[in-house]
């Protein structure tokens, strides 16, 4: 008697297929864990709050040469968090050895580094700290502005400033910064300096604050001309980032499934923001890149958005971009992009240039001007290039 095979029941097919897909997700899983263990264990791959304190283990029981050797590695790495542990762990280094580094670190791409590079300067050359101070007063990025009148006005306080009546001129102008703390900072500098009252207080009426600074303006009107001028602090112009290391490729879909890539984007300027949902800085910067967005498309600058792993899904990025109101690409992270950027873990943004070098990485948020007056030294770069070919 021939015995007919039976047919495979439909919901057997489906609990296997379904079955393989679990385990197929399972050992992805997997594999992703083990490249952020991998990475987290790479040194090269450390973030900012790991590399200061790995690099510190590592070079504390060395020999002063071997410990040097080892920072001037670190220092020349691509992960700007290992330069600024290797600037870092030299906090309490007072001679002129440390000025070469110190001076890279002014000209660095990353903020971090040039504002740790800003504020270690005064003990190794007092009059070269107050100048690269002036310098950072009138510096494109808001926080290296901010970094620097701090740190001014720590050293006013503290030690006194080299010449302190050469920094009048250039504090009378931060009262103008569109930066809220940098005018009162300004101003208690001033108060230092000139032995004057006149604090502009935060808690103070917007009314009181303006008259505060008018004071000061009208104070200086009545000084300028008189004022001793030292040459040597005379014209002292911002200090720009000039590191350009090859910014790592990056393959990811954007949430319209377009695919978002370095090489795709050869010969454009591209701003890479990382961001992350219920968070000041990136509601902050999504306005302001949204802005660089709407005037620069047709020159050749593309701003691409990309989720940190906090966010999920692609239903909740679209919920978090509808909060913040930006309509340029956005995409999910991925372990790579996390890793080959420096193990980023909070907002940050980057500025690649049109040859696939990254100029400028800003920790934090930004305001519009930070980002515009960047990208338009790249695009002057780019347009002078062009002349000279």
């Known amino acids: 008697?021939?015995?007919?095979?039976?047919?495979?029941?439909?919901?057997?097919?489906?609990?296997?297929?379904?079955?393989?897909?679990?385990?197929?997700?399972?050992?992805?899983?997997?594999?992703?864990?083990?490249?952020?263990?991998?990475?987290?264990?790479?040194?090269?791959?450390?973030?900012?709050?790991?590399?200061?304190?790995?690099?510190?283990?590592?070079?504390?029981?060395?020999?002063?040469?071997?410990?040097?050797?080892?920072?001037?590695?670190?220092?020349?790495?691509?992960?700007?968090?290992?330069?600024f542990a290797a600037v870092d762990e030299k906090e309490n280094t007072k001679d002129a050895s440390f000025a070469p580094m110190l001076e890279a670190a002014l000209?660095?791409?990353?903020?971090?580094?040039?504002?740790?590079?800003?504020?270690?300067?005064?003990?190794?050359?007092?009059?070269?700290?107050?100048?690269?101070?002036?310098?950072?007063?009138?510096?494109?990025?808001?926080?290296?502005r901010r970094s620097a009148v701090s740190t001014l006005r720590y050293q006013a306080i503290q030690d006194g400033l080299p010449d302190a009546k050469a920094t009048v001129p250039y504090l009378i102008k931060a009262l103008s910064d569109p930066e809220y703390s940098i005018p009162y900072l300004a101003a208690h500098v001033l108060c230092v300096i000139t032995n004057h009252t006149w604090e502009v207080l935060r808690r103070s009426s917007p009314e009181k604050q303006k008259a505060v600074l008018d004071?000061?303006?009208?104070?200086?009107?009545?000084?300028?001309?008189?004022?001793?001028?030292?040459?040597?602090?005379?014209?002292?112009?911002?200090?720009?980032?000039?590191?350009?290391?090859?910014?790592?490729d990056f393959g990811l879909r954007d949430l319209d499934g377009n695919s978002q890539n370095l090489g795709s984007e050869s010969g454009k300027i591209v701003l890479l923001n990382f961001w992350l949902p219920e968070s000041k800085f990136s509601r902050d910067d999504s306005a302001a890149l949204q802005k660089v967005s709407d005037t620069y498309k047709d020159k050749g600058v593309d701003v691409i958005g990309?989720?940190?792993?906090?966010?999920?899904?692609?239903?909740e990025a679209r919920h978090w971009i509808e909060i913040y109101k930006t309509k340029y690409p956005q995409c999910l992270a991925n372990d790579d992009i996390l890793s080959d950027f420096g193990g980023i873990d909070e907002p940050i943004t980057v500025l690649i240039d049109g040859d696939g070098k990254l100029r400028y990485r800003w920790e934090g948020d930004r305001d519009y001007e930070s980002f515009q007056a960047a990208v338009d030294r790249l695009l002057a770069e780019k347009a002078a290039s062009g002349q000279k070919q």
């Open 306 to 315: 990309v989720a940190l792993p906090i966010v999920k899904t692609q239903a």
């Open 215 to 248: 004071k000061w303006r009208a104070w200086w009107a009545s000084k300028e001309k008189t004022w001793p001028v030292n040459p040597v602090y005379k014209d002292i112009k911002p200090i720009y980032p000039q590191r350009k290391d090859p910014a790592p």
């Open 107 to 144: 000209v660095d791409s990353s903020s971090m580094v040039r504002e740790r590079g800003l504020e270690l300067y005064p003990p190794v050359d007092p009059v070269r700290a107050e100048k690269v101070m002036l310098a950072g007063l009138q510096d494109d990025d808001s926080w290296i």
């Open 1 to 83: 008697m021939k015995v007919s095979k039976r047919p495979a029941r439909p919901y057997l097919i489906i609990i296997r297929i379904a079955l393989f897909l679990i385990l197929a997700a399972c050992v992805a899983a997997l594999m992703a864990k083990q490249r952020r263990i991998q990475a987290r264990s790479d040194i090269y791959h450390a973030n900012w709050e790991n590399a200061p304190i790995r690099v510190h283990d590592e070079v504390a029981n060395m020999t002063p040469a071997q410990r040097e050797a080892v920072l001037q590695k670190y220092f020349k790495s691509t992960n700007p968090s290992l330069r």
